[in-house]
């Protein structure tokens, strides 16, 4: 695999997944953690389908993960959402720990050990740059749908939700469905990049899927602007250039990875107490 | 396979391995009954007590009583660094449970980085061996590492229970817990409350990292599994309830050790995360959210 | 005169407080009903009931003649109650014409499926409900605040911006919280103003108010309450010339 090019195409898939969650979390509102486990899930449905069933075509198995994606995310908010807005931070995390632990212990999945071998239907020199054509128009679009929600009266009934959620059901409005719709598209979007994923790096492991990429996720979210349309593109390039350019430095791998680490970390604390708007939003915005 | 000595063994062990891991709990479900907070900057916590501990056994070659005693100087002053210049400052901008969760994530993550790249990723445990002497009673092995395990935690519930139920700072810890903004009227400090029991978990957090650490092999990472065994045992305790959440672990704990006879090993982690799950989806409802009332 | 509002022996207790004691009450299309009583007397709990906020513990809720009491709140709001708040709940990073936008009942631009096929019939909509909007405003004297940001406006003129949005619900019955309180001078004179003509195109209004000059001014029926019940029901002259009303309204 190009290097460069499987870059460019972990920046798309990123991008995917930090604008989906921007779409629930700095737009919705929703408390949430467990983004990552929706794409598992759509990584793991595509992959499991391109196994077994080698001759239904990608893209269906691609849409398939993100429809399991879509049932399993109204299941959780369904459940979750009931109680309050808070207790769906918990309950994502301990929702997503729990699957990734049913998973490690499923025969089919291929356990902790992750699903491998999944077969590519592209091969060839070209493989890589026909992915980034996917990939990116994926992303591009992705991008497209989220800012096609927020700017007009959806938007401004998702803003309305988020600053006084009890006028807002007194004049007419669902939120509880609202939330559940905003959730459903963001998490199935995930679970779209996962069938991507799947397809490109053909391994997923359930290792792939926890706490850390949470972080990841959040991070990239957290710096480029919770509740902007481009703040999570800039944020997915940021968190996967950047250590890139710390390879640069020719350090050993047993240094390098905890410094990749340190300095994010430490770039989210700087941005979290300094600008919390991240590096896209305007300040003064309610985090 | 059902002979009571069997059972009795079991049963020991079973509570002798959960001890550690009520001290985790109560302290984490200490903290989030008197601040409202899931405070998973205890993860980080956990990885400065054990490292601590470690380098103090093993790289000063320090007797345990001072290893210990700077492994509680190290871990209750992280707490409270944590809490008045990142947790109190979070607060005064009256900022979201989300900005919180990232904080205490991503501040453990980076004490975690941090002490990877100083002392690698090797598993490591506070003494060469962790295996302690074993005496046989009534045919039940019980091991020294059981009875400091049991005998700790027993004792850390008691001191709990009377620091919070006949001293002041305790019955300030409850009434900032109930109604932080009602307490300050009555002149009790809510920041100081938070720094107190930030201090209280950090000494929990210390026993069990001792318990943990040499019984046990721990890699930077263990913590976020820790604190994960922490969130659960306070959700299925009931939130608000430190002394329920005790005993939620000591269940878990023996649930686990208990399926041994009827499952395989390999499924246990899953029965944990079972329970966890059937309360998430099947009982939301059964769980009471604390309402978050700052005080200033 | 069509009765508008009908409620039936309504229950409700928080603990050991009774908000709520075998409540009943009717509102007729065009009445302004005003309800006054001293502080924690149920008055707010009332209209909680009526709105949806609360479920009651006992009793019967009629709009139009239908129950409503098992409908959620949202569903009530749609069936057209229409409330203020104490704090107005207004939206604050919104301007002012969007916190409007958000008051009609059923809009098509918010649902995700309507968005997608329906464009036009979206974007026929959102020009139909900014006229309305611009509307109520100009009657309001207000239409130059269209594009500024709640927040930003004087507090007379943020309690006039909750009743405009209120009046997007363009409902039968309306149910206002304590409009007045801290609103003098112009806002004072164009709110009793709004909430006459609301009443005049037939409307059921319910006005919780201190003002009593406010109630006198505007109100041909009142009720009273204290501890959850309603204690008299009468004009308003009545009311105010009860001895005994008085003194349970300022207390001993």
């Not at chain 1, 990552?36 to 080698?54: E, N, R, S």
């Not at chain 1, 959040?218 to 250039?241: F, R, S």
């Amino acid at each position: 695999m190009d290097y460069p090019i499987t870059i460019a195409i972990s920046i798309a898939i990123y991008t995917i997944l930090a604008a989906s969650y921007n779409l629930v979390l700095g737009y919705g509102g929703l408390s949430t953690v467990a983004h990552p486990i929706f794409f598992a899930v759509g990584a793991y449905t595509a992959g499991l389908m391109a196994v077994d069933f080698p001759e239904i075509p990608a893209f269906v198995n691609v849409i398939a993960g993100m429809g399991t994606a879509v049932v399993v995310s109204v299941l959780l908010a369904g459940s979750s959402l009931r109680v309050s807005g808070d207790y769906l931070l918990i309950a994502s995390l301990g929702f997503q720990l729990g699957l990734l632990q049913l998973i490690k212990n499923l025969e089919f999945t291929g356990g902790p050990g992750g699903l491998s071998a999944i077969p590519s239907t592209l091969v060839g020199p070209m493989r890589g740059p026909a992915f980034l054509a996917i990939c990116g128009a994926a992303a591009v679009a992705c991008v497209f749908v989220v800012r096609a929600i927020v700017n007009g009266p959806y938007g401004r009934a998702i803003s309305a939700m988020r600053d006084e959620e009890l006028a807002f059901t007194a004049l007419g409005r669902n939120a509880m469905s609202m939330k559940i719709a905003i959730f459903a598209i963001g998490c199935g979007m995930a679970g779209g990049a996962g069938g991507l994923y799947a397809y490109y790096f053909q391994y997923v492991s359930p290792d792939q899927f926890d706490v850390l990429a949470s972080a990841a996720i959040l991070t990239m979210v957290v710096l480029g602007g919770m509740g902007t349309v481009y703040g999570p593109v800039v944020g997915a390039v940021l968190l996967l250039a950047i250590p890139q350019a710390i390879t640069f430095l020719q350090l050993p791998p047993s240094i390098m990875a905890p410094m990749q680490g340190i300095i994010f970390t430490l770039l989210v604390l700087a941005f979290l107490f300094l600008r919390p708007a991240g590096i896209l939003g305007t300040k003064g915005r309610p985090i | 396979m059902f002979e009571p000595i069997i059972l009795a063994q079991i049963l020991w062990t079973g509570i002798a391995t959960a001890a550690p891991f009520v001290l985790l709990t109560v302290g984490f479900a200490l903290t989030l009954k008197v601040t409202g907070l899931w405070n998973f900057a205890q993860s980080g916590q956990m990885a400065i007590a054990f490292y601590t501990m470690f380098y103090a056994l093993n790289g000063l070659g320090l007797p345990l009583f001072a290893a210990v005693a700077l492994g509680v100087v190290f871990t209750a002053g992280a707490a409270y660094l944590i809490e008045v210049c990142g947790l109190q400052v979070l607060r005064d901008r009256q900022s979201g449970n989300l900005t919180f969760f990232i904080f205490t994530l991503i501040l453990s993550e980076f004490i975690i980085y941090v002490i990877t790249l100083v002392f690698g990723t090797e598993p490591e445990t506070l003494y060469r061996s962790i295996l302690s002497p074993i005496d046989i009673v009534g045919g039940i092995a019980i091991s020294d590492w059981d009875k400091t395990g049991i005998g700790m935690t027993a004792i850390g519930l008691i001191a709990l229970y009377v620091f919070m139920r006949y001293s002041k700072e305790g019955q300030f810890l409850t009434a900032v817990a109930d109604n932080a903004r009602l307490a300050e009227l009555y002149g009790i400090s809510a920041r100081r409350a938070y720094r107190v029991v930030a201090i209280v978990a950090a000494l929990f957090i210390v026993a069990a990292m001792y318990l943990i650490g040499s019984h046990g092999w721990i890699v930077p990472n263990s913590p976020l599994e820790l604190v994960l065994s922490a969130v659960i045992g306070t959700l299925l305790g009931g939130i608000g309830r430190v002394f329920a959440a005790a005993w939620a672990s000591i269940f878990l704990a023996l649930i686990q050790s208990f399926s041994i006879l009827f499952i395989g090993s390999r499924w246990q982690n899953l029965l944990l995360y079972g329970f966890l799950f059937a309360t998430i989806i099947l009982f939301p409802r059964g769980v009471r959210m604390p309402r978050f009332r700052w005080a200033r | 005169m069509t009765e508008i509002l009908r409620v039936e022996g309504l229950q409700k207790r928080f603990g050991g407080i009774v908000v709520s004691d075998n409540v009943h009450l009717t509102i007729a299309s065009g009445e302004i009903l005003g309800l006054i009583g001293p502080n924690g007397a149920g008055k707010t709990s009332l209209f909680n009931l009526i709105s949806g906020v609360l479920k009651p513990d006992a009793g019967s809720i009629f709009l139009n003649g239908n129950q409503i009491d098992g409908a959620p709140l949202y569903k009530r709001a749609r069936m057209g109650i229409a409330r203020t708040w104490q704090n107005m709940l207004l939206f604050r990073t919104m301007t002012v014409l969007d916190n409007l936008l958000i008051g009609p009942r059923d809009y098509p631009g918010e649902s995700i499926a309507r968005l997608t096929f329906d464009r036009a019939a979206v974007r026929t909509a959102e020009a139909a409900m900014k006229d309305r909007a611009l509307g109520i405003l100009t009657r309001m004297g207000l239409e130059q605040t269209a594009g500024s940001l709640v927040v930003d406006l004087p507090f007379g003129q943020q309690k006039l911006i909750g009743l405009a949005r209120t009046l997007m619900n363009d409902g039968d019955l309306l149910l206002l919280d304590e409009p007045m309180a801290g609103v003098e001078g112009a806002a004072y004179e164009t709110m009793q103003r709004i909430v006459r003509q609301e009443a005049e195109a037939g409307r059921a209004v319910c006005v919780v108010e201190h003002n009593v000059s406010f109630i006198r001014d505007l109100c041909s029926r009142a009720v009273f309450m204290a501890q959850g019940k309603i204690l008299q029901d009468g004009t308003v002259e009545e009311l105010i010339s009860s001895s005994v009303l008085t003194e349970l309204y300022f207390g001993v």
